[in-house]
């Protein structure tokens, strides 16, 4: 759904779908990891390096055996190079993608005003180790002539089981980490709902998005929906291959962004049951106008200047996804929404996304979709999510019920807001956006919801 102007996550679009690829039989690389944090070097203290402005990082605390730990680095150590070369916290993320695991790391370090150089060989990144109950398999889908990563649940006991396939939000964070420690923090999102289900004898899927993780492509900054949207088609088709998986009982999670994906790979693929939470279901226009409005009255703003910002927006938001002009056209054109344009529109794009990327969503007719599906279909607000309304969760119901009645029910989760953070109202959830501490009453309604879908399958059924 969309922030206005910290975070977003919305809905997207949906074209001709391509034939389904096979996997490809050249496996994808593991991905190596230094395995430490690091922080921008304050500008002002630069000189003091003699470093070029936006140059050099400091180095939190390295993960035990990992790359930084390795080559000896400690907390505070200043990095000044890696490998020879400059480093700048701008693009260091994407510059250690591709360095290969094993190869040799050096880093150049100022401690303590002695400077120094320490080295190891790269460190693969990490793998979820599973537990008792359930293994944890790394794998592969091929999108686009890109391998993309999937990690993949499975009990450890013989049988059939039901499966459960996760489709993230809109931002490219990686959900290659383990699930039996993951608390739902920023870091881990996600992690304890996907956890319960692979721990309760599920088949759990997670996928990469392309340039997160080992997954091939991107940038995602330039990728369009219908590029991403195959990335799921795939894995759904990965995951009902599995022999494990009781393909009578597969089920669909989209969080934000993800549960518009969820349904229009259902559309093509059918599942038992698709659960969303935190969604948008009418236009993208109308919901964006709305959110420009309802997010600055949360954050407090008088009534005065929210009216006045949403005339702007409103203008400028039509000018460039209903006529499709570019920001640089839209500032020549109009000078007087100039500044609200670089506001929104920062380095030609929306959220640091192509501008093509939204004007396909603007595409969308999302009830069509939702009733392509013959699913059962859970729709889910958090009563503290400011970022999405009730209102799209009961239109997702609704437009169900009106092709299969009733197959379509949604519900307002109290203390939870976008991130399933225990928050009790909007206001808060603001101010301690990814701050807060991770509420499982969706995991719980979720699975409870699920287990009654089966059970009306085996009534069916005679069992």
Same mark, same amino acid.
């Given at each position: 759904?969309?922030?206005?102007?910290?975070?977003?996550?919305?809905?997207?679009?949906?074209?001709?779908?391509?034939?389904?690829?096979?996997?490809?039989?050249?496996?994808?690389?593991?991905?190596?990891?230094?395995?430490?944090?690091?922080?921008?070097?304050?500008?002002?203290?630069?000189?003091?390096?003699?470093?070029?402005?936006?140059?050099?990082?400091?180095?939190?605390?390295?993960?035990?055996?990992?790359?930084?730990d390795?080559?000896?680095?400690?907390p505070? &150590?200043?990095?000044?190079?890696?490998?020879?070369?400059?480093?700048?916290?701008?693009?260091?993320?994407?510059?250690?993608?591709e360095? =290969?695991?094993?190869?040799?790391?050096?880093f150049?370090?100022?401690?303590?005003?002695?400077?120094?150089?320490?080295?190891?060989?790269?460190?693969?990144?990490?793998? &979820?180790?599973?537990?008792?109950?359930?293994?944890?398999?790394?794998?592969?889908?091929?999108?686009?002539?890109?391998?993309?990563?999937?990690?993949i649940?499975?009990?450890?006991?013989?049988?059939?089981?039901?499966a459960?396939?996760?489709?993230?939000?809109?931002?490219?964070?990686?959900?290659?980490?383990?699930?039996?420690?993951?608390?739902?923090?920023?870091?881990?999102l996600?992690g304890?709902?996907?956890?319960?289900?692979?721990?309760?004898?599920?088949?759990?899927?997670?996928?990469?998005?392309?340039?997160?993780?080992?997954?091939?492509?991107?940038?995602?900054a330039?990728?369009?929906?219908?590029?991403?949207?195959?990335?799921?088609?795939?894995?759904?088709?990965?995951?009902k291959?599995?022999?494990?998986v009781?393909?009578?009982?597969v089920?669909?999670?989209?969080?934000?962004?993800?549960?518009?994906?969820g349904?229009?790979?259902?559309?093509?693929n059918?599942?038992?049951?698709?659960?969303?939470?935190g969604?948008?279901?009418?236009?993208?226009?109308?919901?964006?106008?709305?959110?420009?409005r309802?997010?600055?009255?949360?954050?407090?703003?008088?009534?005065?200047?929210?009216?006045?910002s949403?005339?702007?927006?409103?203008?400028?938001?039509?000018?460039?996804?209903?006529?499709?002009?570019?920001?640089?056209?839209?500032?020549?054109?109009?000078?007087e929404?100039?500044?609200?344009c670089?506001?929104?529109?920062?380095?030609?794009?929306?959220?640091?996304k192509?501008?093509?990327?939204w004007?396909?969503?603007?595409?969308?007719?999302?009830?069509?979709?939702?009733?392509?599906?013959?699913?059962?279909?859970?729709?889910?607000?958090?009563?503290?999510?400011?970022v999405?309304?009730?209102?799209?969760? =009961?239109l997702?119901?609704?437009?169900?019920?009106?092709?299969?009645?009733?197959?379509?029910?949604?519900?307002?989760?109290?203390?939870?807001?976008?991130?399933?953070?225990?928050?009790?109202?909007?206001?808060?959830?603001?101010?301690?956006?990814?701050r807060?501490?991770?509420?499982?009453?969706?995991t719980q309604?979720?699975? =409870?919801?699920?287990?009654?879908?089966?059970?009306?399958?085996?009534d069916?059924?005679?069992?």
């Amino acid at each position: 759904m969309f922030l206005t102007s910290q975070a977003l996550t919305v809905l997207l679009a949906f074209q001709s779908a391509p034939a389904l690829s096979a996997p490809t039989a050249e496996p994808l690389p593991r991905r190596g990891t230094l395995g430490t944090p690091f922080t921008p070097l304050p500008a002002d203290q630069a000189a003091k390096y003699q470093l070029k402005s936006g140059e050099g990082l400091v180095a939190g605390q390295p993960m035990a055996g990992l790359t930084g730990d390795k080559a000896g680095l400690k907390p505070g &150590d200043v990095v000044v190079s890696v490998n020879g070369k400059p480093v700048k916290a701008q693009g260091f993320s994407a510059s250690v993608r591709e360095f =290969k695991v094993g190869a040799p790391v050096e880093f150049g370090v100022v401690r303590n005003g002695q400077t120094m150089k320490l080295s190891a060989n790269l460190v693969e990144k990490p793998r &979820d180790p599973g537990n008792e109950n359930y293994a944890v398999t790394y794998s592969q889908i091929l999108s686009h002539g890109k391998r993309m990563r999937t990690i993949i649940t499975s009990p450890k006991k013989p049988g059939k089981f039901p499966a459960l396939m996760f489709i993230q939000g809109f931002s490219p964070v990686s959900y290659d980490f383990t699930l039996a420690t993951s608390t739902g923090d920023v870091t881990s999102l996600d992690g304890p709902i996907l956890h319960e289900f692979a721990n309760s004898n599920f088949v759990t899927m997670r996928v990469e998005k392309p340039g997160v993780g080992d997954s091939e492509g991107g940038p995602f900054a330039e990728m369009d929906y219908t590029t991403e949207l195959d990335i799921y088609r795939q894995a759904l088709v990965q995951l009902k291959a599995q022999g494990g998986v009781d393909k009578d009982n597969v089920f669909i999670f989209g969080h934000s962004m993800g549960g518009a994906f969820g349904p229009m790979v259902a559309a093509e693929n059918p599942v038992k049951g698709i659960c969303v939470y935190g969604v948008a279901a009418r236009t993208w226009f109308e919901y964006l106008i709305d959110i420009i409005r309802y997010q600055g009255i949360v954050a407090g703003d008088n009534l005065v200047h929210t009216d006045e910002s949403v005339r702007q927006g409103t203008r400028l938001m039509a000018l460039a996804f209903l006529d499709n002009l570019s920001a640089d056209q839209i500032k020549k054109d109009h000078p007087e929404l100039a500044a609200v344009c670089d506001q929104y529109f920062p380095n030609g794009r929306f959220n640091d996304k192509a501008l093509e990327f939204w004007r396909q969503l603007g595409q969308i007719n999302f009830p069509e979709y939702w009733q392509k599906t013959n699913a059962y279909v859970l729709a889910v607000h958090g009563k503290s999510d400011f970022v999405t309304y009730d209102v799209d969760h =009961k239109l997702i119901a609704d437009a169900v019920n009106e092709a299969h009645p009733g197959k379509g029910s949604w519900m307002v989760l109290p203390k939870s807001d976008h991130l399933f953070h225990g928050y009790e109202t909007e206001a808060e959830s603001l101010r301690g956006f990814q701050r807060g501490k991770f509420n499982p009453d969706f995991t719980q309604a979720l699975m =409870k919801w699920i287990r009654e879908v089966m059970d009306k399958v085996e009534d069916k059924s005679g069992g």
